[in-house]
């Protein structure tokens, strides 16, 4: 493409992106679902998280992870912003797939944490690591979840990460993001590194 072509190209494109901008006028807080199988979700949930303390937003994150390793972000976030509301399912509980019933306490407790924190007034992003799980293993009811989610403060932007979830949270998201797997390091034998995979 010649200097020419490429002025006239970059020019039709800015005009195209300008009207769209100017007919983007709606403010309000926004449910992003970042879903698939390929790798992202959560290090992009944290992305929004720190994108948001850059701007002095108030933020707030709950995981509904087994894990017992911890990520980089849960020990930067404790370490530098120990103010910040940082919720483990694992906290307090002990996972196990033999115990149904002790699972889903343990998801229904992180669940009425949650909860109230979509119900701060004075927070701006939450982040729901992990949620998705909890609806696919019917940990949590769906309807009491949307209503919960639709029902938020409304200053507030949710986001929820993990593979499926179902319609109903795709339908109600703003934003839904698939992640696509095209290859994992993992497949090849190679094995999870902290500050990538953790
Ligand atoms: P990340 O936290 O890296 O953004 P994620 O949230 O998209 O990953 P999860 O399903 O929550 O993905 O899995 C978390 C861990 O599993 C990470 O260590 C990630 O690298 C790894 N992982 C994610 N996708 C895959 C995959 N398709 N195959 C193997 N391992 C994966
Ligand atoms: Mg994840």
């Given at each position: 493409m010649n200097e020419d072509k490429f002025n006239r190209s970059m020019a039709k494109q800015k005009t195209h992106v300008d009207a769209s901008i100017a007919a983007a006028s709606n403010e309000q807080s926004l449910i992003v679902l970042l879903t698939g199988d390929g790798k992202g979700k959560s290090t992009s949930g944290f992305g929004m998280v720190m994108r948001a303390l850059g701007h002095g937003q108030r933020v707030a994150v709950v995981q509904f992870i087994k894990g017992t390793q911890s990520s980089g972000e849960e020990v930067l976030l404790k370490q530098h912003f120990p103010e910040i509301p940082f919720f483990q399912m694992a906290t307090g509980f002990t996972?196990?797939?033999?115990?149904h019933a002790a699972d889903k306490a343990a998801a229904q407790h992180t669940w009425s944490i949650a909860c109230k924190l979509l119900g701060d007034?004075?927070?701006d992003v939450l982040l729901l690591d992990e949620l998705t799980y909890m609806l696919s293993f019917k940990f949590l009811d769906e309807q009491e979840v949307l209503q919960a989610l639709r029902e938020r403060s409304p200053k507030l932007s949710v986001i929820v990460t993990g593979r499926g979830g179902g319609t109903g949270l795709r339908e109600l998201a703003d934003t839904v993001s698939?992640?696509?797997?095209?290859?994992?390091a993992f497949e090849s034998g190679i094995k999870a590194r902290p500050g990538i995979d953790f």
């Amino acid at each position: 493409m010649n200097e020419d072509k490429f002025n006239r190209s970059m020019a039709k494109q800015k005009t195209h992106v300008d009207a769209s901008i100017a007919a983007a006028s709606n403010e309000q807080s926004l449910i992003v679902l970042l879903t698939g199988d390929g790798k992202g979700k959560s290090t992009s949930g944290f992305g929004m998280v720190m994108r948001a303390l850059g701007h002095g937003q108030r933020v707030a994150v709950v995981q509904f992870i087994k894990g017992t390793q911890s990520s980089g972000e849960e020990v930067l976030l404790k370490q530098h912003f120990p103010e910040i509301p940082f919720f483990q399912m694992a906290t307090g509980f002990t996972w196990d797939n033999q115990n149904h019933a002790a699972d889903k306490a343990a998801a229904q407790h992180t669940w009425s944490i949650a909860c109230k924190l979509l119900g701060d007034p004075t927070l701006d992003v939450l982040l729901l690591d992990e949620l998705t799980y909890m609806l696919s293993f019917k940990f949590l009811d769906e309807q009491e979840v949307l209503q919960a989610l639709r029902e938020r403060s409304p200053k507030l932007s949710v986001i929820v990460t993990g593979r499926g979830g179902g319609t109903g949270l795709r339908e109600l998201a703003d934003t839904v993001s698939d992640v696509k797997n095209l290859k994992h390091a993992f497949e090849s034998g190679i094995k999870a590194r902290p500050g990538i995979d953790f």
